[in-house]
């Protein structure tokens, strides 16, 4: 092979598809199913409307564009649907506050619109917002399905339910891997290990300062079309920029072409823990009904929650480690991964065959934490 990847969600699977499109021989190897990490506990957000301007802003834009190409390309649907973004604020004050990050967005060109009928996009909202903006670039994918798709379509060798239990060195270059069940040789090696990144970093005796941030998703019963757009209340943006490892909720609204609505999204930094958090599913609950007073009677059919792959500057990791040649990472998203994952592919695709990029991929280096 010319490249194994570590990691089967669907970060991973666009490395294993933008790699293979480049002409590359790919393996995929993870230590559970297809999307069985944070891609499988995701909303399948694909946002721009959340990002100030910026490196990850400028990758959301490629992503973007990529996406749309995607959804033509894949041979079986990923339930793409271009829904649109609309951003909400309570007072004047905070849609004073989205003006002036909407201007920022702009010039890096997000479309960005100020709404002050918003009944006239979301009829079942409350009464009395002061307005909003509206993000015709925002969209949604089934993660799942999408990452089960992208790697079909590489035509990668997939290796599921195998650990990686120790990458092939040899005076310091990184060669291959070693599962539970077999050995892949390979001049290069991808991290995208989500959560799990910092582990394969130290199998390479590198670091990355990867840690698991988890969110609670709602989900309710199955209702006629109520919601036609991705919905959220401005805090949302500053609780993704936020450091705080203590509780954060807002919420973000949005129907399916099932039925039931989607209800996010906490962030706090418990390590791994998977104890049901029943403030934070309060807390949720009552936020989306402060949005939409329709969903205050409506029954929550289930919940389920994962962990982001956070990292201290809200940068993913992209792109070859000096520290361990041989090494590529790819990781790092937190909740944003669903919707950088095919700009990430293509960064890598890039790295990997030494071929110009389709941006400055600097500010993601995975040395930028230190030796």
Same mark, same amino acid.
């Given at each position: 092979m010319d490249v194994v990847i570590i990691g089967a969600g669907?970060? &991973?699977? /666009?490395?294993?598809?933008y790699a293979s499109r480049s002409g590359l021989s790919v393996a995929v190897v993870d230590r559970g199913p297809v999307a069985g990490g944070t891609t499988g =506990?995701?909303?399948?957000? #694909? #946002?721009v409307s959340d990002k100030e301007a910026g490196p990850e802003l400028d990758l959301a834009l490629l992503s973007a564009r990529l996406w749309q190409d995607l959804s033509a390309e894949l041979p079986h649907t990923v339930e793409y649907e271009p829904k649109g973004g609309l951003v909400v604020a309570p007072d004047e004050t905070t849609l004073k506050a989205l003006r002036h990050f909407a201007e920022g967005q702009r010039a890096a060109g997000v479309v960005a619109t100020e709404v002050t009928a918003l009944h006239d996009l979301e009829p079942h909202l409350a009464p009395g917002l002061a307005g909003g903006f509206h993000y015709p670039q925002d969209a949604q994918v089934q993660p799942a399905l999408a990452a089960a798709h992208l790697l079909k379509a590489s035509g990668a060798a997939v290796y599921l339910n195998e650990e990686v239990t120790g990458l092939l #060195?040899? =005076?310091?270059?990184?060669?291959?891997v070693r599962t539970t069940r077999r050995t892949l040789h390979a001049p290069a090696v991808v991290n995208a *290990?989500? +959560?799990? /990144? $910092?582990?394969? $970093?130290? #199998? =390479?005796g590198t670091t990355l300062p990867v840690l698991p941030r988890r969110g609670f998703v709602l989900v309710t019963e199955p209702l006629p079309p109520l919601i036609r757009h991705k919905v959220y209340a401005a805090d949302y943006i500053a609780?993704?920029?936020s450091d705080s490892a203590a509780l954060q909720s807002s919420a973000v609204v949005e129907g399916t072409p099932s039925g039931p609505v989607l209800i996010g999204a906490t962030r706090e930094r418990v390590g791994f823990d998977r104890t049901? *958090? +029943?403030? $934070?599913?309060?807390?949720?609950a009552a936020q989306a009904a402060a949005l939409f007073p329709v969903l205050a009677d409506i029954r929550a059919m289930r919940t389920y929650h994962g962990f982001r792959p956070y990292l201290p500057d809200h940068l993913p990791a992209i792109g070859p480690d000096p520290r361990a040649p &041989?090494?590529?990472?790819?990781?790092?998203?937190?909740g944003a991964g669903i919707g950088l994952a095919p700009a990430t592919g293509a960064l890598i695709a890039a790295a990997l065959t030494?071929?110009?990029p389709p941006l400055a991929p600097t500010p993601f280096r995975p040395d930028r934490f230190g030796p």
């Open positions: 669907v970060v &991973g699977a /666009a490395c294993a598809y =506990a995701g909303e399948g957000n #694909l #946002l #060195l040899k =005076a310091g270059t990184v060669q291959g *290990s989500g +959560t799990w /990144a $910092a582990r394969i $970093a130290e #199998l =390479a609780d993704v920029a049901l *958090s +029943t403030d $934070a599913l309060r807390r949720l &041989g090494l590529l990472h790819a990781c790092g998203h937190e030494q071929t110009e």
